[in-house]
């Protein structure tokens, strides 16, 4: 799964990705103005893979993980124009994380003058719904035309879609985003080729830099706010170091660093969870949507266990941390045996019976 960054110039992305990703891009007070792409694979911190690679000391250890994509060279004015590669790099993408400017820094000129938080989150949201009600209408003319030229094949799909489009156009037309629509799993999946940008779940960030949080009326549907200093959580990204982090923590007054929360937040938003599996030789974390089944969680590890699915053996992880180990799971009569349709639940601890 991948995020995209993005947000307008001189807000902090690339500050921001870098604090996510603990990678070292160059980072400047003038921004380019051009398309400008970064990626990097980053781990989701999970506390119960910690936990379970103590109890068996696997030799390897993985996370679940997910991948940022620092999109550089969004503007107001873009929507219209969008070039053929930034839309491409929008589309592709699974989420957003919208970085909204909300530190004040005369040595960092902001694009529109002044810190203004709200007005900013309300471009670039003005010209994602322009792109996508620009797509729509293309769409619409398509059906319309197939219509008239009697080229519809399946006349009972073509009324499926032209309704289903005309309901997106009215959203669109009355400025809300496609995510505040309630649509059926067959509706998201006709919608999937599109690539409608404001279906697209969307983590706003605002980067307060040195000032307080800030509190926004921003209500809507797959979406989740979070403040964050932007440049001191690149800086500790860079310490290897747990005694100089833990100094830079003191010194500045923190708990803890940011980045964990917003890698979670950013995973949730995107509507998967984690089940696990475990053994001498891996303990990993597996990401599954949310109501995936057993045999989904099967063909995510291999398309053989799902193929010649069995069974699922399932212990949840509080039961296992309780017992201290698989045996005495079973031992209390908790281990259970599920079938291919058990709807996975997030850190249930699976092993798969198969047999092809
Ligand atoms: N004072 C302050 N400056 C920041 C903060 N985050 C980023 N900057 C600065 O803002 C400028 C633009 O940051 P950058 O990450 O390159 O923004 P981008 O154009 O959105 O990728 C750089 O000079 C950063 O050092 C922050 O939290 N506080
Ligand atoms: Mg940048």
Not at 13 to 38: C, R
Not at 39 to 50: G, L
Request: aromatic content about 8%.
């Amino acid at each position: 799964m991948r995020l995209g960054v993005i947000g307008l110039p001189n807000c902090g992305k690339t500050t921001i990705f870098n604090a996510l990703t603990g990678s070292d891009f160059p980072v400047e007070p003038f921004s380019s103005g051009q398309l400008e792409v970064h990626t990097a694979v980053v781990s989701v911190p999970d506390i119960r893979v910690d936990r379970l690679a103590e109890v068996f000391k696997p030799k390897k250890t993985t996370y679940a993980a997910v991948t940022y994509t620092d999109i550089g060279g969004l503007d107001k004015g873009i929507g219209e124009g969008l070039s053929g590669q930034m839309r491409s790099e929008l589309q592709q993408v699974d989420g957003f994380l919208h970085v909204i400017r909300a530190f004040e820094d005369t040595n960092v000129p902001h694009p529109y003058e002044t810190v203004d938080p709200l007005r900013d989150l309300a471009i670039i949201d003005g010209e994602f719904l322009l792109v996508d009600l620009i797509a729509v209408e293309n769409r619409l003319a398509r059906l319309e035309e197939e219509r008239q030229k009697g080229k519809v094949d399946n006349k009972q799909r073509h009324a499926t879609e032209t309704a289903l489009i005309e309901r997106l156009r009215a959203q669109l037309d009355a400025e809300q985003p496609l995510r505040d629509l309630d649509l059926a799993p067959d509706e998201h999946k006709l919608l999937r080729g599109y690539g409608f940008l404001t279906l697209k779940p969307v983590l706003v960030i605002f980067n307060t830099g040195d000032d307080s949080a800030v509190a926004v009326d921003y209500d809507h549907q797959h979406t989740l706010i979070v403040s964050l200093q932007g440049q001191l959580e690149a800086e500790i990204a860079q310490l290897d170091d747990p005694d100089d982090i833990a100094a830079f923590l003191a010194e500045y007054n923190i708990d803890e660093p940011s980045r964990e929360r917003v890698i979670r937040l950013s995973y949730e938003l995107l509507g998967i969870h984690s089940f696990l599996t475990y053994g001498d030789d891996e303990v990993r974390a597996w990401s599954l949507r949310k109501g995936g089944s057993a045999v989904d969680a099967a063909g995510t590890i291999h398309t053989d266990l799902a193929r010649g699915f069995i069974r699922a053996e399932v212990i949840a992880y509080d039961d296992f941390i309780e017992a201290g180990s698989a045996a005495e799971v079973k031992a209390r009569g908790k281990m259970r045996l599920e079938g291919r349709d058990y709807v996975v639940r997030d850190g249930d601890m699976i092993v798969v019976r198969f047999n092809i």
